[in-house]
C-alpha cells in the first residue's frame, strides 16, 4: 500500500469545478481538489494515500459528466 499523497494535474471544464469539488467532499477522505488557474481551468487533485484505484473508479462512473484531461507533469 502507498504511503505518499498522489498529486496530479487536469485540465476541466471551467463550468466543471465546482461539480468535481461537490463530487469529491461527498466521497469525504478520497481527494481534495485545488484550483490552479481558474483561466485555464487546470486543477490539481491530491488523492489520499491508498485511494487511487477508488478515485480513478470514481472518474470512470462520472465520466459522462466530468472531462477531466490529465496534464502531463514534472513536479
Given amino acids: ?40 481551468a487546470l486543477v490539481e487533485v491530491m488523492i489520499a494515500p491508498g485511494f487511487y484505484p477508488t478515485f480513478q473508479g470514481l472518474l470512470n462512473e462520472v465520466s459522462g459528466e466530468l472531462d477531466m484531461t490529465p496534464v502531463l507533469t514534472s513536479y
Fill in 1 to 40: 500500500m502507498e504511503n505518499d499523497t498522489i498529486q496530479k494535474l487536469y485540465r476541466i471544464n471551467r463550468r466543471e469545478i465546482s461539480f468535481l469539488k461537490f463530487l469529491l467532499e461527498s466521497y469525504e477522505g478520497i481527494a481534495v481538489p485545488r484550483t490552479i488557474d481558474d483561466q485555464i
